[in-house]
């Protein structure tokens, strides 16, 4: 039967095979048939994978043998799920978006996949758009070509994940995985009008994802509602022994539930909210705390007083940590090569043919701040503001559960409109990069509209409380 | 202000040819976001002395582990150069 993957959720979809209503071979052929329509004009997807109705008959298959034995099967047993470029998945091209991996096959499966593939029988459809290597905040950064926003395609989706947040918006899948160094979930998220859960730092397993700022990296959902990103986030979370810097349950005391209230207690830091924000944005925040406020949530004005030092922090310590992480594309083990006279000719023609002008600027960026003459100046120097801000965040939490604050300054803005004024374009990510330098978890839910355009309100939880976020994310959208 | 011939130094460090209109960008656009991130020198730091972090080391348990025939093929097939099982790669050592 003919189905529309627009009017499902993950839960709604889970409920239809279970019931036989339709079967994963028909979800999965409603998506490609949605991609070979729309993905000419948006360009979510850089390629769909081959196998993706063979994956569907294992689910199919899967589901046939729970049924018959009276089991359950996972809920993301015959999903179609998209994933970014930048996660690895065995045998399939994986490129980061750029010129130095165009052709290049993954070796293994990242953690992720194996979670999502192996354990739960999710159906990937393939390999979403992204800024090289995830550096901007619009997906214009890609080699292959921009991603439109499907609520207005003059416009961007967001970045760096855009093509997974435009390929749930346009119906083409119903999750997606993206990754979040500064905000790269939660701003596309914000942009396209869908969920985006940044995780706290270490709940996923990195193995398999290409590196940008280690220490700030972090894999997530993307979703329709918070209930389905929930879904995935529980499928892909756990400790590996394959990343060393992955947590278990017990790494943060759980959430103490500090007010023993019914209701959370919301933090919004207002002196840092004063300036830049779009009417709209504005607007959209002061009626989603009236809203939680009527549901018995006790808004407090909460200050955050090293939070306007962020996003100058962020952009001394990921491109320090870019710098080195990119070292290794050196057109010998993998990926592009371009000869020259001798090898070190090679590394030179090679780097400059296969990145682009932004991973290029900030790999000279973060080899300046490491130099010897300026470490302390900066990279020294921002990583000390980074504990004061980290310290900031801890303290706030002693008197509130949440932290809220719009996710982004403004809707989605145009095509090419900041691609001119690098400053301009990071300053995209003033409210996210914040859950990154500290660890913790933040989620963007969609809240309102500007005109035709979506807007998403961010809120930040202590270090692994991802269910106060999941909780307060719920009243948000069942308002909207 | 960040001169071309800086831009330069650090292109060489970084391993990547610049065009000369390249230099020339990339030292305008560098200026505009070292003086944004310039602001981080007011940040009220009571004591720059290097203190542990929180982190700690993980260390994952020293066993071998053999890559399977068909691993180490994919692998070697990705190389840009390959000779029999080995990458393929220049001579490094030059004889003046």
């Known amino acids: 039967m003919p189905i529309n993957l627009k009017n499902l959720t993950i839960q709604t979809a889970h409920e239809g095979l279970k019931n036989g209503d339709f079967t994963a071979t028909d979800l999965a052929k409603s998506a490609l048939a949605e991609i070979e329509s729309k993905n ?32 359950d099967f996972p809920i993301l047993c015959g999903i179609p799920l998209a994933i970014k470029d930048n996660i690895l998945v065995k045998g399939q091209i994986a490129s980061s978006a750029s010129k130095i991996l165009e052709n290049y096959h993954a070796t293994y499966d ?57 390929a749930i918006a346009a119906g083409m899948v119903l999750g997606a995985l993206g990754s979040d160094t500064g905000g790269s979930i939660r701003q596309p998220a914000s942009f396209c009008g869908v969920v985006g859960l940044k995780p706290t730092y270490g709940a996923v397993s990195r193995y398999g994802v290409m590196a940008m700022g280690s220490s700030l990296d972090q ?30 349950e017990t790494t943060y005391q759980k959430e103490k539930g500090k007010s023993k209230k019914e209701k959370l207690i919301i933090g919004v830091p207002w002196h840092f909210l004063k300036e830049g924000l779009h009417a709209d944005v504005k607007k959209v925040l002061d009626d989603t705390l009236k809203k939680l406020e009527k549901k018995g949530y006790e808004i407090r004005e909460i200050s955050l007083p090293n939070i306007s030092y962020s996003l100058a922090v962020y952009y001394v310590l990921m491109p320090a940590e870019v710098s080195s992480n990119m070292a290794r594309f050196d057109g010998v083990k993998y990926g592009l090569h371009v000869d020259g006279k001798d090898m070190i000719e090679d590394y030179f023609k090679t780097r400059a043919a296969g990145f682009g002008p932004e991973v290029r600027r900030r790999i000279l960026l973060g080899t300046y701040v490491l130099s010897s003459g300026y470490y302390d100046a900066y990279y020294y120097r921002a990583n000390a503001v980074r504990k004061l801000i980290t ?32 400053v301009a374009m990071y300053l ?44 307060a994310g719920k009243d948000i959208e069942k308002e909207v | 202000m960040i001169s071309e011939k800086e ?46 972090g929180a982190v700690k080391n993980v260390m994952r348990d020293d066993t071998a582990q053999t890559t399977s025939a068909e691993d180490r093929e994919a692998l070697l097939n990705e190389a840009p150069k390959r000779e029999g099982d080995y990458v393929a790669v220049k001579k490094i050592i030059a004889q003046d």
């Not at chain 1, 979510?44 to 294992?58: I, K, P, T």
């Open chain 1, 40 to 71: 000419k004009e948006l360009n979510a997807f850089l390629e769909v994978y081959d196998n993706v109705l063979v994956q569907a008959g294992f689910a199919d298959k899967a589901i046939a043998e729970a049924r018959k034995a009276g089991k």
């Open chain 1, 110 to 166: 990242a953690t992720v996949i194996k979670k999502l593939q192996v354990e739960n029988g999710a159906v990937l459809v393939g390999r979403t758009n992204m800024d090289e290597f995830a550096m901007g905040g619009s997906t214009e950064n890609s080699a292959f070509g921009p991603t439109r926003n499907p609520y207005d395609t003059a416009r961007v989706a967001g970045g760096s994940s855009g093509g997974s947040a435009a």
């Open chain 1, 219 to 248: 894999i997530g959902p993307f979703a329709k509602t918070i209930e389905d990103a929930q879904i995935i986030f529980d499928a892909i979370k756990g400790k590996d022994s394959l990343d060393s810097t992955t947590i278990d």
């Open chain 1, 391 to 422: 310290d900031d965040f801890k303290k706030a939490f002693e008197s509130v559960d949440l932290i809220l604050t719009p996710t982004a300054p403004s809707p989605a803005f145009k095509i090419g409109e900041k691609t001119n004024d690098p």
């Open chain 1, 428 to 471: 995209e990510d003033i409210f996210t990069v914040t859950a990154n330098l500290t660890g913790m978890p933040a989620v963007s839910v969609p809240a309102g509209m500007s005109g035709n355009l979506p807007i998403g309100m961010q809120l930040t939880a202590p270090h692994g409380g991802e269910n106060s976020l999941f909780e």
């Open chain 2, 7 to 52: 831009i330069e130094n650090l292109a060489n460090l970084a391993r990547i040819n610049l065009s000369a209109d390249e230099k020339k960008k990339l030292a305008h656009d560098i200026d505009g976001i070292l003086a944004y991130v310039d602001q981080i020198k007011s940040a009220p730091i009571p004591d720059l002395k290097p203190e542990p």
